[in-house]
C-alpha cells in the first residue's frame, strides 16, 4: 500500500507552519515529514528527505521562496513545489511560476482548497486559481524590467531622485534619466509616481524591501 504524500513546510514563522502542520497531519493521505524556516534550511531539508510536495512562502528572512525554489529545481528538477503567499501581484506569482512552482495559493485560502492542492500537485497538476492565472496570463505579455531597472525602480519607490540614484548606484545621472524612461514605456506608467503605484500593485516591489 502507498504511504501518504510526503510535505516539507517552508515558513520563517514557526506559528504559520503549526497551523499548516495540523490539518495536513490531520489528513490520512499526507503527513509533513520536514519543516523550514529559511531558504538554505530549506535547501538542505529537501535534500535529506525529498518530500513528494513543498509548501513555499515566499519571503523567508533575507531570501525568498524563489531562490529556494530555484536552487531545489535545479538540483532536484522533477521537486513540486507549492506557493502559499500573502502576495498576490503579477509579478510574484510570475516569478514563482519561472521558478518552476507547480501551483501558487493565497494564505487566505480555505483549509480544503489547500489540501486540494496538495493532492493535485501530487498527481502532476498545476494549481492557479483562475483570478491568479488571469494575472500570470497578464504578466507574460509584458516585457520584463532588467536587474538595474529594477533596482532603480525600487529607488523610484522610495522617493528618491535621479540625482540621489546616481550617487547611490554609482552612474552618470544622464544614464539613469534614460533607465527610468525605458521603465515608463515598460511599465506603461506616464510619469514616476504612476510608476511607483504599479511596482507596488503588481509585486514588482514591496515596501518591506526599500
Known sequence: MKGPITVLLVDDHSMARVGLAVPINSQPDMKVIAEASSAPEAIAQYRLHRPEVVIMDYRLGRHTGIQATEAIRAEFPSARVLFLSVYEGEEDIYRAAKAGASGYLLKSVDGDILLDAIRRIHRGETVFPPALAAKLRARSKRESLTERETTILRHIVDGR??????????????????????????????????????????????????
Open 161 to 210: 531622485s535621479n540625482k540621489e540614484i546616481a550617487s547611490s548606484l554609482n552612474m552618470s545621472e544622464p544614464l539613469v534619466k534614460l533607465d527610468v524612461r525605458k521603465i515608463l514605456d515598460k511599465l506603461g506608467a506616464h510619469d514616476r509616481t504612476r510608476a511607483a503605484t504599479l511596482a507596488i500593485e503588481r509585486g514588482i516591489v514591496h515596501l518591506e524591501e526599500g
